[in-house]
C-alpha cells in the first residue's frame, strides 16, 4: 500500500488525508498539538478555526458560493462537518467551531488509513517522513518555527509572510438587549445577527478612540504586510473617518425598531455557537492591546459591560512565493516529492485553504496509482481559479488570495453588471462538470 505523510492538521490536511485514505493509501498525519500550540491556537482538536467562525457566503453567485458547491460535489469533509454543525448567520455559513473541529476529529480518528501521530515534525529531514511515497506540507500559515525556517531554507529567498488578526468575542448574557436589535442586512426577515446601533455623534467618537487606541507593535525583524480581505479595524478606520461607516459597519437594510429610522452607522454581532450564548463582533479582526479593546469596544452602544470570551489578537502568517517556488501540481521544486496544502501555498481563507487540500489528496491518490488521475480544473472554475492563481506570477509581490470571479478568464460575451456573476457561476458549473466527468471521479451527494 503506498503511504503519504501530512504534516498539519489543519483545515487543508484534514480534506488532504480523508482524501487519500478514502482513496486506498495510507496516511501518516502529524499534528503537533496538544504537545505544542501556535500562538494562536488553544484546542487539541483538528481543524480549529482561529479567526472566525464564518466560512463566508452560500450565495450561488459568489465565488465562494461556487467554491462550495465544487468541494461537495468532490465530498469535502469541512463542509460534510460544517452542514453538520452550521448556526445561523443569514446568507452565511457559520459553524459551532468547537462541534465542528470535534466533527472532524472525530472522523480523521475513525477513519483506519490514517494514522493520527501527536507530534511536530521540525525538518522535511525528520526521520518520521523517511519511507513515505509523497510528504505533504500542510502546516499552515502559523507552521511552527523550525519548519517555516526549514521550509525557508529549502525554497531559497526572502521568507514572505503578513499579519492576520482576530476578532474578539462576547457573552450574550453581558449584552444590553434594550439598545442591540436583531436583523439582516440584505435579508429583513432573518434575524441572524444582532446589531449595535450607532449615531453620528457616537459613530465619530468611536472612531477616534479607536484611532488614538495603544496596538500591539509588530516584532523588530518584521515588516508589516496585512491582506487586504482581513485588514485591522483600526487600519480601516486610518484610511478615512467614513471607511467603517462604508465597511464593516455600514447601516444598509437596518432599521433600529426603537426610532422606525436606519442607524448612521451598525455593528453587527454574530452567534458563535448554537445555544446562542457567544457573538462575534463581524469585521473587528484587530491588533489593539486587550486593555485597550475592553476599554474603546465598550464605546460601542449595547456593548458598554460586555464581558470579552475571547479578546482579539495579532499573528503572524506564513506562505511562499507559490508562482517561484511550487509547480502547478503543488510540489516543491527545489524538493521533488514534497508537496505544500492550504494557507501556507498562498491561498487565502478557511474554505480556500480545504479546497487546496482536498485537490491535492485526489491528486496525489490518482498518481500513487489509487484512483482516476486527476488534474488540474480549468481556471473557469472556482477551484481551478484559485490554484491558478499560484501559478500567475505576480507584477510586483505575490500576495495570498481569496477565490473570486476575477481569477477566472474574462467573459467572452458583453453584460451588464447586475448579471455578470450569475454568468461566471454558471460557466464555472458547466466546466466543471465537464472536467469532473473526463476525471471519472464519481460526483458526491450533497451534504
Not at 487539541?44 to 465562494?64: D, K, Y
Not at 491582506?227 to 480601516?236: A, D, H, N, R
Request: charged residues 25%; aromatic residues 6%.
Amino acid at each position: 500500500m503506498s503511504c503519504v505523510a501530512v504534516i498539519g492538521g489543519g483545515l487543508a490536511g484534514c480534506e488532504c488525508s480523508l482524501a487519500l485514505a478514502r482513496a486506498g493509501v495510507a496516511v501518516r498525519l502529524f499534528e503537533m498539538k496538544p504537545g505544542r500550540y501556535s500562538e494562536a491556537h488553544g484546542s487539541p482538536n483538528l481543524a480549529e478555526l482561529v479567526c472566525s467562525n464564518s466560512l463566508r457566503s452560500e450565495e450561488p453567485s459568489t465565488g465562494v458560493g461556487l467554491l462550495k458547491e465544487e468541494m461537495r460535489a468532490l465530498g469535502s469533509l469541512v463542509l460534510a462537518a460544517a452542514d453538520a454543525t452550521r448556526v445561523p448567520a443569514g446568507k452565511a455559513l457559520a459553524v459551532d467551531r468547537d462541534l465542528f473541529s470535534a466533527e472532524v476529529t472525530r472522523v480523521i480518528e475513525g477513519e483506519p488509513n490514517i494514522t493520527l501521530e501527536r507530534r511536530e515534525v521540525g525538518s522535511l529531514d525528520d526521520p518520521a517522513l523517511a519511507g513515505a511515497d509523497a510528504v505533504v506540507v500542510a502546516a499552515g500559515p502559523l507552521a511552527s518555527t523550525a519548519l517555516a525556517e526549514d521550509l525557508a531554507r529549502t525554497v531559497g529567498g526572502e521568507r514572505l509572510y503578513f499579519y492576520d488578526a482576530i476578532a474578539p468575542i462576547v457573552a450574550a448574557d453581558s449584552l444590553d438587549m434594550d439598545m442591540v436589535f436583531a436583523g439582516s442586512r440584505y435579508r429583513p426577515e432573518d434575524l441572524d445577527y444582532l446589531n449595535c446601533p450607532l449615531n453620528e455623534a457616537q459613530y465619530k467618537g468611536f472612531v477616534a478612540a479607536l484611532l488614538a487606541a495603544d496596538k500591539v507593535p509588530p516584532r523588530d525583524f518584521e515588516k508589516e504586510f496585512h491582506f487586504e480581505g482581513c485588514l485591522p479595524v483600526e487600519e480601516m478606520a486610518e484610511r478615512g473617518e467614513m471607511t467603517l461607516a462604508f465597511g464593516p459597519l455600514k447601516p444598509v437594510g437596518l432599521t433600529d425598531p426603537r426610532t422606525g429610522e436606519r442607524p448612521f452607522a451598525v455593528v453587527q454581532l454574530r452567534a458563535e455557537n448554537r445555544a446562542g450564548t457567544a457573538f462575534n463582533l463581524v469585521g473587528f479582526q484587530t491588533k489593539l492591546t486587550h486593555p485597550e479593546q475592553k476599554r474603546v469596544f465598550r464605546l460601542i452602544p449595547g456593548l458598554e459591560r460586555a464581558e470579552f470570551l475571547r479578546l482579539g489578537s495579532i499573528h503572524r502568517n506564513t506562505y511562499v512565493d507559490a508562482p517561484r517556488v511550487l509547480t502547478p501540481e503543488l510540489e516543491l521544486r527545489a524538493r521533488p516529492g514534497v508537496f505544500l496544502a492550504g494557507q501556507i501555498t498562498g491561498v487565502e481563507g478557511y474554505l480556500e485553504s480545504a479546497a487546496c487540500g482536498l485537490w491535492l489528496g485526489l491528486h496525489l491518490a490518482g498518481n500513487l496509482g489509487h484512483g482516476p488521475q486527476v488534474g488540474l480544473p480549468p481556471r473557469e472554475t472556482a477551484l481551478g481559479g484559485l490554484l491558478g492563481h499560484l501559478q500567475t506570477p505576480p507584477v510586483k509581490r505575490f500576495q495570498p488570495s481569496n477565490v473570486h470571479f476575477g481569477l477566472m478568464p474574462g467573459l467572452e460575451v458583453k453584460a451588464k453588471k447586475a448579471v455578470r456573476k450569475e454568468l461566471y457561476a454558471e460557466r464555472g458549473r458547466i466546466h466543471f462538470a465537464a472536467w469532473l466527468a473526463q476525471t471519472g471521479l464519481p460526483p458526491k451527494e450533497r451534504a
